[in-house]
Structure formats: structure tokens, C-alpha cells
């Protein structure tokens, strides 16, 4: 039983609804809007909503929208034949107002919607009640034998399958020699010349080998005991003191570092956008070009989008004239580092948008298909939301509080080095930051940070701003529980007027659920107000399986009806994969949060906001 079904133009306008309860389905029709039409994932033809399955049709012809709505519990098989033949029964009747967008006409459509939603139900109800057919003699293997190959004859022998031999070849001084094929005589036996030849050739084969060494009927010696490895630079506990780094040594804090700002650079304000290598007009290479209709003409330039070329004209698109062009885009998406069933998603988003679409006499196919790829490619990486730090932490200042932000990922990604760039670049921003040490496993991860806030506090020294330091770091040591550091941590900010804290965290593998349930711990009972994934652009389907199962994990481990999951994106070494920028689509589109950051290079200025023009160029080029 169908709760809703509607038709609505793409433009908002309701051409005719039927509602079987009084409950409300404004919210979820618009989340499917929202969620799934506008964020070019029309790839899905379903929809989840409070308890309620949607599923949708497309007229792109026309620009309508046909919706049905029921309860998940049920399992309607008749849905989709009912979508079916609802969309051509409306077309058909009111092809002349829709042609002419006389969108506030009548549309009588009550019994035509009881029609053919009874005639879907008979029909799945006899889909049902049919058994299934066995398969008749005609399609069977033995009947297309023939009668005279099946009888046996006494003292005839079975055919046997020949069976495949590897041609053997010897080895000559000077060439290869293939033995020739042996004579056989009666009796399945071989002449003398052929027995003598093969003889000679494997008593020349065996002379090339060499001599088994003879083993000396000596005892082994005996097995000596395990010894220490001795390193070269390893110390004694007489170093023990000199090797000391837990606590700043005191020829550290009186050393004098001078260091040059203007090869450092500067980050105020905004964070600049990642370079276009290439202008704008390669994306209007093919645009200019115009093919006459019906005609088979073969650019001389190559590309996935080249098998195009020949189909135009004033003609509705079919998915099978798109089908050999999708399939080539299917390829290059995963080549460039896409997921391969995001590649899929994608590929069936932009065949249901041009399905039914009318071309122009002069249309190419090739730019039209170009230009709907690349509109899906930039709604998928626009951001849902705005994230402006800086706005932000503004507003926390008014309230008197910190900001807080959140660095989880898996091991060696570069959450410390991108932590301290986002510090560079907040300071230079007149931000006093706060630098949580919660990684308290790793080795030399409270130092790394430790000599970070000494760079960046020599940058930026007390006496530029009245006396205050910019940066500080709060540690107490390996060992201790992150969630309690980090509580501690945004105390001793608020205490001490501090802007931001920046809270860094352990590297843990997206399957290690004693750490995943450790570090939902300490977003739950701290609250940042931002978590960042920190994601390796290089990796590619990994970085899916590692953001899906950290997502997963925090509405897992936590108790919260609401849990806190990730906001946005950090994607490191981005400057290693040239344009093998898939992971930046997988990761979008997985979790539907922007990419904040982008990670290129080493030094304190390479960070970058992401350019979605820039992903879309390396992406179709």
C-alpha cells in the first residue's frame, strides 16, 4: 500500500498529489530533494527517511519528478513497474500541456493512478504464484547432439579429448632446436632414429648441469647463544640524562633563534585556493565543434568523451546510446583513484539525469555529456555547509570560551604536521592557540609538538604581542587516559583566555575497536565543536573504509541519541598524486562533509583550500 505519490516539476511546482493517511510528508520528500536530487546522487534510486522508503522517477523531457512514498517494513516489488507505467500514462495524456509548461492546469490523474496501481499489484501477485520453468529440451546441451554420435559400436573406441602439451624446446649452443614430431609405426611404438636422436639431446642436456657439491663429512659446529644487537649509536645509562627530552632543557629555552618570516611566508586572512594549472578553455575544447547530423565523423583529438562525436541530432538520449561512453568514464574514474562502486553511483547519476533528453540539431553529445559530468563532479564536492574557522572562533571569543577542534585518522597520515600548519595559520590570525598532546603512545609525539610551538612561538614572538605567547602545549606525558588530557586541556584554555585548542590525537586503524571506542570516549565527554578526519590523498578506496568505519564507529560506541561525527575533511599529500585526485570524490561522497584542508607539502604555508574547479580539471583531463 503506497502512503504518497506525487509529481512535482523540477522547478517546485506540485502538479498533482495522493495521499492514502493524514501523516505529513513535506519533511521527508524535502530531505530527498535536499539530500539526493540536488547533491547529483540520483545514482540511488532510494531513499530512507524516518521510517518511510522514497522512490523516484525522472522526466528529464520534461523536468518532473515522480515520487512514492511508503513504510520500509513493507516490501512492495510492484513499485518500480507501477513508476513505470504512471510516468508514460501521464506523459501520454498531457504531452500537449507539458510541452507548452501549462504546469497549473487540471491534472485529473485518480482514476488513472487506481488503474495502474491495481494493475501493478495483479501483476506482482502473479510474478508470485508463477513457479519456475524448467528448461525446455531445445535449450538443453543434448539436443544438439546428434543421434549417430551418440550410439556405441562394438570394437570402436571412445573419442578421447585431446589433451594440450607444452612445446619443449632444447637448448643448442648456437640456436633452439624444436625436436621434430616422432614417427610412430604399429603398435603405438617409435621408429630407432627418433629414439636415438632424443637420447643424444637429453645426454647433452644432462652434461650442462653442474656437479652437486659434496657436502664435508664434518660435524656443524656448534649453535652460538643469542646475543644483544650492538647499535652504533646506541648509548649507555651513562646518556640517559643528556637524552632527556620530556621537559624543556634549559640551554633550549636561552637559546636565541632568529628566524627569516619572509622565506616562511604569511597566511593572513583567507586560505588561498589550490592553483588551476590550465585555463578555462580546456574545458571548452569540444563546445566550438559542430557535427552534422547522422554523420560518423572522427576527431582527430582522443578522449574518453571522442565516440561521441557522431551522435546528434534533434533525438530523445537512451541509456544504450550512452552506455559505451559511461563505461569508458567508469574506467577513467577509477584510474584516477575513484571508488569503483562511487564510479558506478556517478555514472548512473548523470545516465538518469540525461535519459529523455532532448538534443538540438547542432548539440553534441560529447559537450552535453561533459558539461552534466562535470556539474555532478562540482555539486558532489560543494559543501553542504559553510566551515569558517576564523568566523567561528569569533563567536566562541563572544561567548567567552574556546574553540575546540578534534585531529582523528589512521597511522603515519601527518595529523601532527597539518595540526601545527592550521596553528601557523591561526596565529597569523592573531588566534592564541592551545595544543592538546593526547597522543600518549606513540614515541616522540609529545616532542614533535613540542618543538613545533618553539617554531612557531619564534615566528611569532611574546614581544609582537604585548608579552603574550601565541603558542603553548599541554602534556603530561605517554601513558595517560586522552580523554582526561584533553579535558584538562580546555579547562587550562578557558582559564588562561586562550582562543583555540587543538586536540591531537592517536593514530588508530579504522578496525581496532578498543582505540575507536577510546577516542569516541573523548569526543564524547569533551564536545569539540569541530572533528576533522585527517585522510592520505594517495591511498584511494582505502580512504573510503577508513572514513566510513571511523564515522560508523562514533554512532556505534556512543551512548548519544545525536552522536558527534565528523565535520569536514583534511586531505594530506595532495602534492604526490598528480591527477589522481579520486580520493577527494570518494571521500565527498561517502560522507557528504567538505574538505577543509588540503595538505601540500612540508613547510607551515602549505595549506590549501580545495579548488573544486581545480579536482574537476585533473578529473576530466
Known sequence: MLDLFTIFSKGGIVLWCFQSTNQIFTPSVNALIKNVILQERTGVKTFDHDGLLLQYKLDNEFDLVFVVAYQKILQLSYVDKFLNDIHLEFRDKYKNELSEKQYFQNFNLLDAYNSTLRAAEEWSKDQLKQPKQMRTFDESQKSKKTVSSMIERKGEEKPQKPIKKKEVNFLDDEKIITPPSPKVIQNGLIDEETLAANRAKLAKKMQKKKPEVKKSPKSPPEKAGKKPRVWDLGGTNKDLETLERTTDRPEDIKSNFTPDTEIVGQMKGVIKDLEVESSDDDYDDDDDEVVAPQQNKTSSKGGMFSIFKGLVGSKNLTKNDMMPALEKMKDLLIAKNVAADISQKLCDSVANKLEGKVLGTFDSVASTVKNTLTESLVQILSPKRRIDILRDCMEAQKLGRPYVMTFCGVNGVGKSTNLAKICFWLIENNMRVLIAACDTFRAGAVEQLRTHMRHLNALHPPERHGGKQMVQLYEKGYGKDAAGIAMEAIKFANDSRIDIVLIDTA???????????????????????????????????EAVDQLVKFNQALADYSSNINPHL????????????????????????????????????????????????????????
Open 507 to 541: 593514530g588508530r586503524m579504522q578496525d581496532n575497536e578498543p582505540l575507536m571506542r577510546a577516542l569516541t570516549k573523548l569526543i564524547k565527554v569533551n564536545e569539540p565543536d569541530l572533528v576533522l578526519f585527517v585522510g592520505e590523498a594517495l591511498v584511494g578506496n
Open 566 to 621: 565528523i565535520d569536514g575533511i583534511v586531505l594530506t599529500k595532495f602534492d604526490t598524486i598528480d591527477d589522481k585526485v579520486g580520493a577527494a570524490i570518494s571521500m565527498t561522497y561517502i560522507t557528504g562533509q567538505p574538505i577543509v584542508f588540503v595538505g601540500t607539502g612540508q613547510t607551515y604555508t602549505d595549506l590549501k583550500a580545495l579548488n573544486t574547479k581545480a579536482v574537476v580539471h585533473s578529473l576530466m583531463k
